[in-house]
């Protein structure tokens, strides 16, 4: 199976070394050619260290020579590039190809899902294009995923037989795959954990502890589920690995970035300062607005998103937050 890669970042890369293991003939894309440069000589990533990529993988920055032979064209941009690379990409994309979404995020303005921008812009671009469409994600740290360590991740599509082939083509006795038809109840768990993620680092950063650590994690799985309901996601793809597995595994590791910019702000930084610290994007950040104008699209509550985007964007002290939230009225934990 030939695989194109968009994007040599740490996900793209730990992916592109999976797919290779797994047989596939894997073409890697950056715009960067630097990054380029450096993947073709040195075989390794710098933020993949100790780690050695397969030799067979092809790295270029020519978009068309990517995409040209491509069955398989996995999008893992930032997803503030996630349009601009579609633009890209749209008149060498292959008819039939499978298209599958690997970025976390939703888009400002549109507030569409990161398979929903591709689709918009090959609906504009390449109107007469064939093309299958999924998601990938899950609490897949690249680095742990690069390193072999056992993980497990949702293909969505609402195409069942479209996630059963991207579920062969990744699994190994490393990665477990899942199924799902819920594409946007995928999505926008992957998209809004990231600003979960900086509250709960947030509150680490202030000095707080695991109860309220905990907490933030329960009710911010509460606020996305009530979203992605309102938004006519099913429920159980929030229970699930998309959902709360990412939760989890982004409030608690030590690899989030989000969870780490949250930390420095909590401990007094402000935004740019901690995200010039952490030198790579912060997606929770991008998440921010769009899901402020989601929940007011749906008139949904979100209180933690609403308190992270007070301290980040309008400068509130993170304690004065904090006590607001504890402040809030009394709830029925079953109302959704
Ligand atoms: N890192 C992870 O563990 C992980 C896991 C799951 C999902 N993801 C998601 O995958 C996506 C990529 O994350 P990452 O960690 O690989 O990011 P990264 O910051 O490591 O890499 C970004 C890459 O994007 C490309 N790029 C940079 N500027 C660009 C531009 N202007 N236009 C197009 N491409 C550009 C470059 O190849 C760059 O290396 C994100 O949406 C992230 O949420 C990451």
Avoid at 8 to 27: E, F, I, P, Y
Avoid at 46 to 68: F, K, S, V
Avoid at 243 to 259: A, E, K, M
Wanted: glycine share 10%.
């Amino acid at each position: 199976m030939k695989i194109t890669i968009l994007g040599a970042g740490t996900w793209g890369v730990a992916l592109a070394a999976l797919l290779s293991k797994n047989g596939c003939d894997v073409t890697v894309w950056s715009p960067i050619v630097c990054e380029i440069e450096r993947l073709r000589a040195t075989n390794t990533h710098q933020n993949l260290p100790g780690i050695q990529l397969p030799q067979n993988i092809i790295y270029t920055n020519d978009m068309e020579a990517a995409c040209r032979d491509g069955e398989i064209v996995l999008f893992v941009v930032p997803s503030q590039f996630i349009r601009s690379t579609a633009e890209k990409a749209a008149a060498y994309i292959q008819n039939d190809a499978v298209i599958v979404n690997a970025a976390k995020g939703i888009e400002k303005g549109t507030f569409m899902t990161m398979t929903e921008v591709i689709a918009d812009v090959l609906r504009t671009v390449r109107s007469g294009l064939q093309y299958s469409i999924a998601a990938l994600s899950g609490p897949t740290h690249a680095e742990e995923v690069a390193a072999g360590l056992p993980t497990s991740i949702v293909a969505a599509s609402e195409d069942e037989q479209i996630s059963r082939k991207i579920a062969g083509l990744f699994a190994n006795s490393c990665m477990r795959v899942y199924t799902n038809t819920d594409v946007k109840g995928v999505e926008i768990s992957g998209a809004l954990k990231n600003v979960i993620a900086l509250a709960a680092g947030i509150n680490r950063g202030m000095g707080f502890g695991d109860n309220s650590g905990a907490m933030l994690m329960t009710r911010g799985i509460a606020e996305i589920t009530r979203l992605g309901l309102a938004m006519g996601c099913k429920r159980r793809t929030f229970m699930g690995l998309a959902g709360v597995g990412d939760l989890i595994v982004t409030c608690t590791s030590c690899h989030s970035r989000n969870n780490r910019c949250g930390e420095l702000i909590g401990r007094g930084k402000s935004y740019e300062e901690a995200q010039a610290e952490i030198g790579m994007v912060v997606e929770g950040y991008h998440a921010l607005e769009a899901a402020m104008g989601i929940a007011e699209k749906y008139a949904v509550e979100l209180p933690i998103t609403e308190s992270v985007y007070s301290i980040i964007k309008c400068g509130e002290k993170p304690h004065d937050a904090m006590h607001r939230l504890m402040n809030r009225d009394i709830k029925s934990e079953l109302d959704t």
